[in-house]
């Protein structure tokens, strides 16, 4: 807890990467009111047009168990930035968690090719030819 709040206090309460560890922490302990009340506030920042995260809300249902949502806000945020490996992981776990095992194969191995092309393009400075940057799969 010592952690979060030393991210909190860096990057603020309403950052998605805090909102994410805090919903792996509170999934972790079991705290399910504490991951309703993270997913309620994310929710009505949504609604007032503040642009959540929507792998952060994917995340929340998630720790919920409720995977089908899950699954939908995955999918919004894949719309948004098609090349974002972590929303395909969780997908992925999503979909393995409903016993989707065809799907959940396909988006771990769509993360692992976007991951592998983040870390080229981040050591080296050059931009890798990846199914995802020629729009095959």
């Known amino acids: 807890r010592a952690l979060l709040q030393l991210v909190a206090s860096m990057v603020g309460e309403d950052d998605p ?33 503040a642009g959540p995260s929507f792998y952060t809300i994917g995340q929340g249902y998630e720790a919920l168990g409720d995977y089908e949502q899950a699954i939908l806000d995955h999918n919004k945020a894949i719309e948004i930035n098609p090349q974002h490996s972590s929303a395909y992981n969780a997908r992925a776990y999503a979909y393995a968690a409903k016993g989707d095992y065809d799907r959940a194969i396909a988006d771990y191995n769509k993360s692992v090719v976007d991951f592998e092309a983040i870390q080229e393009t ?6 890798p030819v990846t199914p995802a940057a020629t729009g095959t799969r």
């Open 122 to 127: 981040t050591l080296t400075g050059n931009t």
């Open 17 to 49: 990467s805090y909102l994410g560890a805090r919903f792996a922490l509170d999934a972790s302990t079991g705290d399910s009111v504490a991951v309703k009340a993270l997913l309620e506030r994310l929710l009505k920042r949504e609604a007032a047009g």
